[in-house]
């Protein structure tokens, strides 16, 4: 079973970044599709951004030309780089993987979800 454990949250100000962590448990890791979604409160969970394993991303609209997905195989773990903040970027943050870019899409994910990572923008 795959383990997630997402970090790198925290609260900052509007315009700030935040560069968040996701470390994935076993060895799937560098063959999976990866993605980033995030949970507003009182929100369904939505989609952020994918990257496949050869580095290939896609990304939401509200968030595009803001945030960059990219991994590091050898350490297990997707990262997402978050720039320009706005309040409404504020939520829980999660990770999760699939063997192929229509599994992701379709949530067939490998593991269960982790914590997350809290993000919080406010002035």
């Known amino acids: 079973q795959v383990q997630l454990v997402e970090s790198g949250g925290g609260a900052v100000q509007p315009g700030g970044s935040l560069r968040l962590s996701c470390t994935a448990s076993?060895?799937?890791?560098?063959?999976?599709?990866m993605g980033w979604y995030r949970q507003a409160p009182d929100k369904q969970r939505e989609w952020v951004a994918s990257i496949s394993s050869f580095g290939n991303t896609d990304y939401g609209g509200s968030v595009k030309g803001r945030f960059t997905i990219s991994r590091d195989n050898a350490k297990n773990t997707v990262y997402l780089q978050m720039n320009s903040l706005q309040p409404e970027d504020t939520g829980v943050y999660y990770c999760n993987g699939a063997s192929t870019w229509g599994e992701l899409v379709r949530s067939t994910f490998f593991a269960s979800w982790g914590q997350g990572t809290q993000v919080t923008v406010s002035s």
């Open positions: 076993g060895d799937i890791f560098s063959r999976s599709v």
